[in-house]
């Protein structure tokens, strides 16, 4: 199947202009990367806690943030997360400690912070016990200490307690997705009298503490430099592939195509302020071999053209293979680009990151295999001819019947 018949597109006569393309998007990545943002990087390589918080009605993640920063936690990261519907956010906190003291800190800081500066319910109800982000035990404890069955401190009270607070947080958690819609619904779930104690003691905050990761600054730095070295060593691994399939400077021309999309991708998460993630590496590494590929279907086609054009120039055999190789391009490039698209739009804030990246990536990657990769061969072909060499480039071997 071609969408194009007969195309004549002079490609290295624009050359220049994607010279200044490519340098105009690269220099700004490197000077963002170098002077503005920086590279953002996300809890898996920074270090830190993460928090998700589940809310009764939608979070307002401006009052969130006002609230964190009124605690005295200035240097929070929050971002939605799940389905709109189901009102969570993340919330990460930079801290460096990973033992479980810093895990369970930063927890009850956002709590606190919440409690205090967020939540109205919470604000009316400072002395009372916090019914939503109670573990089972603290409401075992709690239940105890209040004594609403009057079992006077016997052992079943040791025994009956705990098994009520197992009851009531499975429901909240299992059932009520984390936060109860009224302590009413309880009924049912638990005692009458332990109802009636927990309505005129205890409230709800509207909020709760999903779960809580941490990822200490060790970790987080080995995963840089094994993602860096990931990066690094597929496109060694490539270059050596694509010298010995083809010959050195395809492999280079390949190589350096790559390298600029990959500097092209970071350096649109660094001018955007987007988090540099572990999903997002592995974005970037399918974005290399999305790329490398597109490269070596243009570079094989230069070969067989160079076996079948006897009398063409380089750069029209260029011109020629990559016209050939366009409607391949455009079906291949355009519906990939069409599915990381509808995930970038659709697709939550979880995958935003990856999709991100793989939506600029297919961009750059299907421009450089034209307009970066394919120039460099005839720069090669004419700095040797200058320098009185064989240009001409080797050209595929004749198959055998």
Known sequence: ????????????????????????????????????????????????????LKFEQTPNVGRVRSAADKAGLH????????????????????????????????????????????????AASASKFDLDNATREQLAAFLTQQDPLHLNNSAVEQVRYPEIAAAITDYRDKVEGGVLPSITSLTGHAD?????????????????????????????????????????????????????????????????????????????????????????????????????NDTIVVFDRIRENLRLVRRGSLSSIVNLSINQTLSRTVLTSGLTFLTVLCLFLFGGEVLNGFSFALVIGILIGTYSSIAVAAPMLVAYQDWRARRGKAAALPAAKRSRA
């Open 75 to 122: 240097d929070v990261k929050i971002q939605r997360f799940g389905r709109p519907a189901d009102n969570e956010i993340i919330v990460s906190l930079p801290q460096r400690d990973t033992k479980e003291t810093s895990l369970d800190a930063g927890r009850a800081a956002i709590v606190r912070a919440l409690q205090q500066n967020y939540s109205t319910n919470a």
């Open 192 to 292: 009458p009298a332990v109802v009636s104690a927990l309505e005129q003691n205890a409230y709800l905050s509207g909020f709760s503490v999903r779960n809580t990761e941490i990822v200490g600054p060790q970790v987080g730095a080995q995963l840089r430099r094994q993602a860096l070295l990931a990066t690094l060593y597929s496109l060694a691994g490539m270059l050596v592939y694509l010298w010995f399939r083809f010959e050195l400077i395809y492999g280079v021309a390949a190589v350096v195509a790559v390298f600029h999309d990959t500097l092209i991708t970071v350096g649109a998460f660094s001018l955007t302020n987007r988090e540099m993630t572990l999903t997002v590496v592995a974005a970037i590494l399918t974005l290399i071999g999305y790329s490398m």
């Open 1 to 52: 199947m071609e969408f194009f018949h007969g195309v004549n597109i002079d490609w290295l006569g624009k050359k220049w202009y994607f010279l200044g393309f490519s340098l105009i998007f690269s220099v700004a990545g490197v000077l963002s990367l170098a002077f503005w943002h920086g590279l953002p990087l996300g809890v898996d390589f920074q270090g830190g806690t993460l928090i998700y």
